[in-house]
């Protein structure tokens, strides 16, 4: 069993940046990936940017440079700084951790980015 859990949500002003963080812990050993989703409003879930392995990343094409994905996956904690937020990226965010089997979702950070 895996337990994952998010944190640094809130409400941002345009322009201004977050840093989200996620933590899985219990039966980790088989976590080889760990990515940030988000579901905005009428959205389906989308992949923000993953973690593979130890040192290879993706971004969706959306992040535009805006997002960087760091973490630690000895310690299965990786984090989301958010930068030049808009109201666009208004969504709950969500981490998921990945083993060849099953994957694992937190509960969810609530972003909200408005003046």
């Known amino acids: 069993q895996v337990q994952v859990v998010e944190s640094g949500g809130g409400l941002v002003q345009p322009g201004g940046s977050l840093r989200l963080s996620c933590a899985a812990s219990g039966s980790t050993s088989g976590i080889y990936a760990m990515a940030w989703f988000r579901q905005g409003p009428g959205n389906k879930r989308e992949l923000v940017a993953q973690?593979?392995?130890?040192?290879?990343?993706d971004y969706a094409d959306f992040v535009k440079g805006r997002f960087t994905i760091s973490g630690d996956m000895d310690k299965k904690e990786v984090f989301l700084q958010m930068n030049s937020l808009s109201p666009e990226d208004t969504a709950v965010y969500y981490c998921k951790a990945i083993t060849r089997g099953p994957s694992f979702w937190g509960q969810g950070t609530q972003v909200t980015v408005s003046s």
């Open positions: 973690i593979i392995g130890e040192r290879i990343i």
